[in-house]
């Protein structure tokens, strides 16, 4: 008789749908831990700038991968797929339920078995030559040569279209899909309307931004954190560091960056309409989603 797989829960929606909240909450009321799924969350420093977690919101819950990395190195997908699956294994050998959040659906797809961890070497000649393009030329061969992957890119991210592009030389495109999946993975998508999502990330942005999340990047520079490397960072990073520079006067940040961050959202829900396996829930609806964990649980 084959072992059954361990179960994990994963909590998806685009970003500021509130998944951050629903995953406290599913974690304490069916005693898990929370595994972030984001790719900025893993460097210390990026809190307002990646919309990290507090402590007190936390409300006592285990969280892992938050803070594993310095931000002037690169962590690669590679490297959360090896983490991720270590954290997973320590969550369940405490009894406890792994929970994956966050919005980088590319890491979660690796993470879970549903993707393949390309193992392509660097191309130094064909990094040499994509260096010479700029990232809206790269979008669009990327865009040609691997829709799919291109419809969750972000267009302005040089270093990540240059990889994406050396491994379509590669393999033909990004990555190989893979029916091995790891886990009994039972996966909520956020549900929620447009209006209500745009309001959110206005909401989410203004926060942030009086938090002092411009003070935050400011620091990182004086820590020696370069505005090249704060342009590979995600978008508060790119547009906070283009106003500090005087590229965009503040309102022009706010708008570009609000503007930015609708079409991610954008980006985000094509990337995860594509998988019929994703359960899609009313956030507010707490007694059907609770039930719904509970009937996979004891299935």
Same mark, same amino acid.
């Given at each position: 008789?084959?072992?059954?797989?361990?179960?994990?829960?994963?909590?998806?929606?685009?970003?500021?749908?509130?998944?951050?909240?629903?995953?406290?909450?599913?974690?304490?009321?069916?005693?898990?831990?929370?595994?972030?799924?984001?790719?900025?969350?893993?460097?210390?420093?990026?809190?307002?700038?990646?919309?990290?977690? *507090?402590?007190?919101?936390?409300?006592?819950?285990?969280?892992?991968?938050?803070?594993?990395?310095?931000?002037?190195?690169?962590? *690669?997908?590679?490297?959360?797929?090896?983490?991720?699956?270590?954290?997973?294994?320590?969550?369940?050998?405490?009894?406890?339920?792994?929970?994956?959040?966050?919005? $980088?659906?590319? &890491?979660?797809?690796?993470?879970?078995?549903?993707?393949?961890?390309?193992?392509?070497?660097?191309?130094?000649?064909?990094?040499?030559?994509?260096?010479?393009?700029?990232?809206?030329?790269?979008?669009?061969?990327?865009?040609?040569?691997?829709?799919?992957?291109?419809?969750?890119?972000?267009?302005?991210?040089?270093?990540?279209?240059?990889?994406?592009?050396?491994?379509?030389?590669?393999?033909?495109?990004?990555?190989?899909?893979?029916?091995?999946?790891?886990? @009994?993975?039972?996966?909520?998508?956020?549900?929620?309307?447009?209006?209500?999502?745009?309001?959110?990330?206005?909401?989410?942005?203004?926060?942030?931004?009086?938090?002092?999340?411009?003070?935050?990047?400011?620091?990182?520079?004086?820590?020696?954190?370069?505005?090249?490397?704060?342009?590979?960072?995600?978008?508060?990073?790119? &547009?906070?560091?283009?106003?500090?520079? @005087?590229?965009?006067? &503040?309102?022009?940040?706010?708008?570009?960056?609000?503007?930015?961050?609708?079409?991610?959202?954008?980006?985000?829900? $094509?990337?995860?309409?594509?998988?019929?396996?994703?359960?899609?829930?009313?956030?507010?609806?707490?007694?059907?989603?609770?039930?719904?964990?509970?009937?996979?649980?004891?299935?």
């Amino acid at each position: 008789m084959r072992e059954a797989k361990p179960k994990v829960l994963s909590i998806v929606g685009p970003t500021s749908s509130g998944k951050t909240s629903l995953s406290i909450m599913l974690a304490k009321k069916f005693t898990g831990a929370v595994i972030s799924a984001d790719s900025r969350q893993v460097y210390t420093g990026l809190d307002l700038a990646s919309g990290k977690v *507090t402590r007190e919101e936390m409300r006592g819950v285990p969280h892992h991968l938050l803070d594993v990395a310095d931000p002037m190195s690169v962590y *690669t997908a590679s490297d959360f797929a090896h983490d991720g699956a270590k954290a997973i294994r320590d969550i369940i050998a405490r009894d406890n339920l792994p929970i994956i959040a966050g919005g $980088t659906f590319f &890491y979660v797809d690796m993470l879970l078995g549903k993707i393949s961890s390309p193992e392509v070497p660097p191309n130094e000649a064909l990094r040499e030559e994509f260096e010479k393009c700029s990232s809206e030329e790269l979008y669009q061969k990327l865009k040609l040569q691997d829709p799919e992957r291109a419809a969750m890119m972000d267009p302005q991210n040089h270093r990540r279209l240059v990889r994406a592009l050396e491994i379509v030389a590669a393999l033909g495109k990004v990555p190989p899909r893979t029916s091995s999946e790891l886990y @009994d993975t039972l996966t909520l998508g956020i549900d929620l309307p447009k209006e209500e999502l745009h309001h959110n990330i206005h909401i989410r942005l203004m926060q942030r931004l009086e938090e002092g999340m411009i003070d935050e990047i400011q620091n990182l520079i004086a820590h020696g954190l370069t505005h090249n490397r704060l342009e590979a960072l995600g978008l508060e990073c790119r &547009y906070i560091s283009r106003h500090l520079r @005087d590229k965009l006067t &503040y309102e022009e940040m706010c708008t570009q960056l609000e503007t930015k961050t609708r079409q991610f959202a954008k980006r985000q829900m $094509t990337w995860l309409k594509r998988d019929k396996s994703i359960v899609w829930v009313d956030k507010t609806d707490t007694q059907h989603i609770f039930s719904t964990v509970e009937t996979w649980l004891k299935g």
